[in-house]
Nanobody, 121 residues
Framework: QVQLAESGGGSVQAGGSLRLSCTAS????????MGWYRQAPGKQRDVVAT???????NYADSAKGRFTISRDNAKNTVYLQMNSLKPEDTAVYYC???????????????WGQGTQLTVSS
């Protein structure tokens, strides 16, 4: 079974920076796209940024210019560097990975348990 473990959340003041990490365990055969999503209280879960295995990235408009997604395929880890944080970035951040668990299997999506980010003004 593949598990995703996030770390790096916490509390920070507006204008500050934080880096989230997410590592996949369980020895998956291949990890395809990875991404970060967030969910604020009372709102739906929205994409923040995604990255393909080859390193192609995509960002939500709210993240462009402030957040950087990257990954280390050897470590099965994806990162989200967040700069110039704003109070509206406050949310639970979830890691997602599209994984081929064993050769020939259909890719499946997995979610981490989420990590809280609170940005105070």
């Amino acid at each position: 079974q593949v598990q995703l473990a996030e770390s790096g959340g916490g509390s920070v003041q507006a204008g500050g920076s934080l880096r989230l990490s997410c590592t996949a365990s369980g020895s998956p055969f291949s990890i395809n796209a990875m991404g970060w999503y967030r969910q604020a209280p009372g709102k739906q879960r929205d994409v923040v940024a995604t990255i393909t295995r080859g390193g192609a990235t995509n960002y939500a408009d709210s993240a462009k210019g402030r957040f950087t997604i990257s990954r280390d395929n050897a470590k099965n880890t994806v990162y989200l560097q967040m700069n110039s944080l704003k109070p509206e970035d406050t949310a639970v951040y979830y890691c997602n990975a599209v994984v081929t668990v064993v050769p020939g299997a259909f890719p499946r999506g997995f979610w981490g348990q989420g990590t809280q980010l609170t940005v105070s003004s």
